[in-house]
């Protein structure tokens, strides 16, 4: 199953030997982040500017030229000075007092839920060896419970905390973008560093990077087997999975192509690497000595308990399981919870009246939806839910049905207030799961002993912005929250969840509601290096609880757009349906903007978007910051299929040729820098809606970062390039006359643009 390094290993190899001068590598406008140009590429002036405001940018039609191109630092922040102001200053250390605001009112109208309420079942002891370094994190404890890891994504550092104090004492760089990490049971740190194609190694007690092994573009997820002798890795711009020995980093194996965009991974002592992905199934890949063995894929719920109690309700709505994030490994049991979305994206019906076909739409998430009998949102009108789904050796684990758990302070299901559903641990001690909550601002405690976790949410806390992981002191007490764009820990006190833990599960023993907690300490792990404007718009950008953005706050830009990339999904909008675009360095040069090209400016699309998903409307200062950080605040993803050097293989050269050929057409309308000529035409995909609707002629798309927007068509009704290809062979360009082995060559060209 293994397969050759590609060149764009080799230039990443260049990189990590022969650093960049750090004083060249940073950005024109000055900034002193050790991640260059990165967070900020370009060149812009600031607002206070007249001559060149962001605003200026909004009112006329964005072709602003290609996307800058993301520089590699990885030798540079491992041999640069990161001295202790690199972390955080004096006067921000240690933990503060913090208490939460309550949810918005504005948010719940209607104060009362009228249906039938369910008691979940109180947690209970946990009997087994707790092993967190089987699956990925992006916070850890030391075993000894003496010291505590944060990764810090954008500034390419692991920072070391006294939990006692909140004191950051040490710092690590490992090198751009790091994505997830293990603490193994022997003290041992080991990450996946995405922008530089590598997993690092750090030995206990180190301050540097000890080993470090290139596998390719993008690692992201890793998990450690129970014993800690072999490492999981996922590549997720290479859609693969590599076996490591965590000792040596040696590659033991590798499998490619039965994952999409895979993410986290989590290594069961019994089922052996569960893999999340893109799409709404898990695979599991059995290990078997020092090489994967057949994969296994498991098909993840569709819908959630209260879903599932009230299906008759709901009606047809085109419920799917979607985007995996990861999992983490029941330390009893051995099964794999995988946490995941539940999409609620519509559908799309012809039926026969007449003689004559008539279509029905349902829209989808985009729009807001009022199910009848229940005065207020709740999961059931929920466009995204997360899913918690359990994978054992007997397979997928009980799905049932159940009414919902009241959150007493917003009269909410715990559920409905977790968004952006990021990460999954298990409690120490206890049988619980936590998961946090990444535009919500959430994390929620879930019994895991119940034969459905998601029937029996036992408790929701209130955290800082962006959560992204948690972990736990060895006792349980507290947990450890870090907060992503406040660069925060939150220290939560778990004192009163533990007072309801059971020796043993009792049936009879249940909660009448669910616990809310709004107090936490903070302490800084970190100083963001994204300029105040882009913090503005993210922040916009990722939190779902703003009712200028959607009504009751169930969507955010990011519910979609995650990571300003897309969610692989194709949602019902009034037109039909609509696959998500990726926005990450995709905007510059692209005006006019959504499938149809009915919107000049960025803004003005966005605020389309808005208003279909029942927001009150942003102001002029808020959609500026959001559209800026839209442009500027997203980088474009590695592209695996372009060497380093730039060269063309002989195979994509063949295609660069072809798509320049004006008998195929390609670069007749996907021109210029951006591959766009701006303009509408009808290359024959309309559907039957829009026929019947008129609307024959498209927006024609970038085809920037082809290789990692899968499916394709306007309706994401085309699988593969392939698949475009042969249904588009005379209507958009001319492709009827070439071979297979043409077509490859030119799809290979597609894949480096």
Not at 72 to 98: F, I, P
Not at 209 to 223: C, E, F, K, M, Q
């Amino acid at each position: 199953m293994m397969r050759q390094t590609h060149a764009w290993l080799a230039a990443l190899a260049l990189c990590a030997c022969n650093p960049p001068n750090t004083a060249d590598s940073a950005h024109s406008s000055g900034s002193d982040s050790p991640y260059g140009n990165f967070y900020a590429p370009g060149s812009w002036n600031t607002p206070d500017d007249p001559t060149d405001s962001p605003q200026q940018w909004f009112d006329e039609p964005l072709n602003a030229g290609p996307a800058p191109t993301v520089a590699l630092h990885c030798g540079a922040q491992r041999n640069g000075v990161l001295d202790r102001q690199s972390a955080v200053s004096a006067e921000e250390e240690g933990w503060v007092d913090t208490t939460f605001p309550q949810f918005d009112e504005r948010t719940f109208p209607n104060g009362v839920i009228d249906y039938p309420l369910h008691q979940p079942l109180q947690p209970a002891q946990l009997n087994a060896e707790w092993t967190p370094w089987t699956s990925g994190t992006r916070i850890a404890m030391a075993g000894s419970g003496d010291a505590l890891y944060v990764l810090d994504r954008a500034n390419g550092v692991v920072a070391q905390m006294g939990p006692e104090n909140g004191i950051v004492t040490r710092v690590v760089a490992v090198g751009t973008h790091p994505e997830q990490m293990v603490l193994g049971p022997d003290g041992s740190l080991y990450v996946t560093v995405g922008r530089c194609g590598e997993v690092v190694k750090v030995a206990p007690g180190s301050d540097t990077v000890t080993s470090s092994a290139l596998l390719g573009a993008r690692p992201y997820g890793i998990a450690l087997s129970k014993d800690g002798t072999q490492l999981v890795v996922t590549l997720r711009n290479e859609d693969a999975v590599v076996l490591l020995d965590a000792a040596t980093l040696a590659v033991l194996d590798r499998v490619d192509g039965v994952v999409d965009q895979p993410t986290g991974v989590a290594f069961s002592h019994t089922v052996g690497a569960v893999v999340t992905h893109r799409h709404g199934d898990a695979v599991v890949l059995p290990v078997e000595g020092n090489a994967f063995g057949s994969p296994m894929v498991h098909q993840l719920r569709d819908a959630s308990p209260v879903m599932i109690r009230y299906a008759t309700t709901l009606g047809a709505v085109g419920l799917r399981a979607a985007n995996g994030v990861g999992a983490v490994v029941h330390p009893e049991s051995g099964e794999a919870t995988i946490l995941h979305a539940i999409a609620r994206t519509g559908t799309v019906t012809v039926d026969i009246e007449g003689g004559s076909p008539v279509t029905r739409i349902e829209p989808g998430g985009y729009y807001p939806v009022t199910i009848t009998g229940l005065t207020t949102p709740s999961e059931l009108g929920r466009p995204l839910t997360p899913g918690l789904t359990r994978v054992g050796p007997s397979g997928v684990g009980y799905v049932g049905a159940s009414d919902p758990v009241r959150d007493a302070p917003s009269q909410e299901s715990p559920i409905a207030l977790l968004a952006g559903a990021s990460h999954v641990a298990h409690h120490p001690t206890a049988t619980l799961l936590f998961v946090t909550g990444r535009q919500s601002d959430t994390l929620v405690a879930f019994n895991s002993a119940t034969n459905d976790p998601m029937s029996d949410p036992v408790a929701t806390f209130r955290v800082g912005h962006a959560p992204t992981a948690v972990t736990f002191s060895p006792s349980g007490n507290y947990a450890y929250v870090v907060n992503e764009h406040d660069y925060t820990v939150s220290k939560v006190h778990l004192a009163n969840l533990l007072k309801l833990v059971q020796p043993a599960i009792d049936d009879g023993s249940r909660l009448n509601s669910a616990q809310h907690v709004r107090f936490a300490r903070q302490a800084r792990f970190g100083t963001d290096p994204l300029p105040a404007d882009l913090r503005e718009g993210r922040r916009l950008f990722t939190f779902v609880r703003n009712p200028a953005i959607s009504r009751f706050g169930e969507l955010s830009c990011a519910s979609c757009h995650l990571d300003g990339h897309e969610d692989g999904i194709s949602w019902v909008v009034a037109e039909g349906r609509r696959q998500t675009p990726a926005l990450a360095g995709r905007l510059h040069g692209t005006a006019p903007f959504n499938w149809l090209g009915s919107r000049p400016t960025l803004v003005t699309n966005m605020h389309r978007t808005i208003a279909r998903m029942g927001g009150s409307g942003l102001g002029p200062h808020d959609s500026e910051q959001v559209g800026f950080f839209m442009l500027e605040g997203m980088p474009a993803p590695q592209n695996p299929h372009v060497a380093g050097d730039g060269q063309l293989t002989p195979a994509q050269t063949r295609g660069k040729v072809l798509f320049e050929d004006a008998t195929v057409g390609c670069a007749t309308c996907h021109s210029g820098e951006a591959y766009t000529d701006n303009k509408s035409h009808n290359v024959g995909t309309a559907t039957a809606p829009e026929i019947e609707a008129g609307e024959l002629e498209l927006n024609t798309p970038s085809l920037r970062g082809l290789f990692h927007t899968a499916p394709y068509l306007h309706d994401g009704s085309a699988p593969t390039l392939l698949d475009v290809l042969e249904r588009t062979a005379t209507t958009m360009g001319k492709t009827d006359h070439l071979t297979l082995d043409e077509k490859l060559d030119l799809i290979a060209y597609l894949k480096t643009l």
